[in-house]
């Protein structure tokens, strides 16, 4: 079975741009969550979606926004971008039930310049 | 205080020692741990989870839970230079904001074994 993946692997933007990130859960996985992960600092958590509903959200702007589609895939927008949005973003999926375990994608790499 | 704290690294342990590494975390009330791994320029693996107090061990591998103490540990036996990596402490707590799957980490150790 794939696992999480997510796309692009790497991206270049400059400052004002807007990006969106794709995220497919793996399958049967109904919920998807984001993180951003500066280096050097654990990943933070941005948002969780569960049956396309927006269940958690972190301490970002609301420059972030995310949604889930009806297959559970998810997309992260971040507009306007800062030269502090730089990190690699995470998306995870879990199963109800599944005691809370996340499983993470090999994430996106965004550099703002 | 910050939510979850590593014992700052980094750790250098020769190849077959055990090595140690330590979180706390404030969230009294916090149910369900874990601990990943993350080697450079990748993304989190999990290695253990853990929910009750006492050890659970998975192959070389044993985390160890006192919630009294609000700490969580994992041990890591005969240490390969493969386990050479940066692991990171993730609690849920409790005042997740309705969401079940909010992971808060703390910066993570960074474990270099020594052949």
């Known amino acids: 079975d794939a696992g999480v993946t997510q796309s692009p692997t790497h991206l270049i933007k400059t400052r004002g741009q807007h990006v969106t990130l794709r995220c497919s859960p793996i399958?049967?996985?109904?919920?998807v969550s984001w993180y951003q992960q500066v280096l050097g600092q654990g990943p933070q958590f941005i948002f969780q979606?569960?049956?396309?509903?927006?269940?958690g959200r972190g301490n970002f702007p609301d420059r972030f926004s995310a949604r889930q589609f009806p297959n559970y895939s998810s997309e992260l927008n971040v507009n306007a971008l800062l030269l502090g949005d730089s990190a690699l973003y995470l998306c995870?999926?879990?199963?109800?039930?599944?005691?809370?375990?996340?499983?993470f994608g090999a994430g996106t790499r965004l550099s703002v310049l | 205080q910050k939510e979850v704290e590593q014992n700052s690294g980094p750790l250098s342990v020769p190849e077959g020692a055990i090595a140690s590494l330590n979180c706390t975390y404030s969230?009294?009330?916090?149910?369900?741990f874990f601990w990943y791994r993350q080697y450079s320029g990748k993304s989190p693996e999990l290695i253990m989870s853990?929910?009750?107090?006492g050890d659970k061990e998975d192959g070389r591998f044993t985390a160890q839970l006192n919630k009294a103490s609000q700490y969580v540990s994992l041990l890591i036996r005969d240490s390969q230079p493969s386990d050479s990596a940066t692991y990171l402490c993730?609690?849920?707590?409790?005042?997740?904001?309705?969401?079940?799957?909010?992971?808060?980490f703390g910066k993570g150790t960074l474990l270099t074994v020594n052949p």
């Open positions: 995870a999926s879990s199963s109800k039930g599944a005691k809370n375990i996340q499983y």
């Open positions: 979606y569960y049956e396309k509903e927006e269940r």
């Open positions: 399958s049967g996985h109904k919920s």
């Open positions: 969230d009294r009330g916090s149910q369900s």
């Open positions: 853990i929910y009750s107090n």
């Open positions: 993730a609690v849920i707590p409790p005042s997740s904001g309705g969401s079940n799957y909010k992971l808060t």
